[in-house]
């Protein structure tokens, strides 16, 4: 699930967001660089990213919502922008999926194999 509005001024500085649509962020993945926007981690374990919308999702969701996002882009910054957050994206959910690989090989028992 996806949720997307516009931004609004009373939700504060899209640059660095204390809450996003009132769930705490956890921290600062990436700044924008040209204009104030973010990707952050929030408390609730979903990523959100901030400037003229709020998006706030599971990243996979997020991820899909931003690659549709930057083909359809007017602004060639704003395309930039949205690709290198989907490439964030990407890489968070690679090492995720390690270090629960990671996690699952730790947690199997050793085999009773004779050696």
């Known amino acids: 699930m996806l949720t997307v509005r516009p931004w609004d001024a009373r939700d504060g500085d899209p640059g660095q967001p204390e809450r996003v649509l009132g769930v705490p962020v956890g921290h600062l993945i990436v700044a924008r660089p040209d204009r104030p926007g973010a990707l952050v981690a929030l408390a609730d374990r979903r990523i959100a990213l901030t400037g003229p ?39 968070l959910c690679a090492e995720s999926r390690s270090s629960l690989a990671a996690r699952d090989r730790e947690a199997e028992p050793p085999s009773n194999a004779a050696t």
């Open 53 to 91: 919308i709020a998006a706030i999702g599971r990243q996979h969701a997020l991820r899909s919502y931003l690659r549709g996002r930057a083909h359809t882009a007017r602004d060639r910054a704003e395309r930039e922008w949205l690709r290198q957050v989907s490439a964030t994206l990407a890489d």
